[in-house]
């Protein structure tokens, strides 16, 4: 495949795999407070200056893999393996798909923390 054709292909939406891991993460309370944990990380980066958007996604990866694992023990066969039923690049995919949301979550949701106050205590 071509560069360009696989830029077009990718910008345009994820595989159902990838957005069924997604909305597992989502739906899943320990995983969608990771998620989030993981959203207010990348906050305190952009809000430091030190936010770099091409390695975002690779802050979903192990949540991305936990999620795939619980996904497969709780609908899989018992003969499934979750790194073949949400292959490499559909987990990326779906991690990439979670960095534009944190973009759409920051610029919309988020209110940065108050600054701290530096004076006595006390007194």
């Known amino acids: 495949m071509r560069a360009s054709a696989w830029s077009a292909r990718r910008d345009t939406s994820m595989s159902p795999e990838s957005s069924e891991l997604v909305l597992f993460t989502d739906n899943t309370e320990p995983l969608y407070r990771q998620k989030i944990a993981i959203f207010r990380a990348l906050a305190r980066k952009k809000d430091r200056g030190t936010y770099e958007p091409k390695l975002a996604p690779r802050a979903f ?24 039923l949400f292959s490499p690049m559909q987990r990326h995919l779906a ?18 923390p108050a600054p701290k106050r530096r004076g006595k205590r006390g007194a």
Do not use: I
């Open 61 to 84: 990866g192990a949540l991305l893999n936990s999620a795939a694992k619980k996904y497969v023990s709780e609908f899989g066969s018992p003969g499934d393996r979750w790194n073949s």
């Open 95 to 112: 991690a990439v798909h979670l960095a534009e949301e944190f973009l759409g979550w920051y610029r919309t949701d988020y209110t940065p």
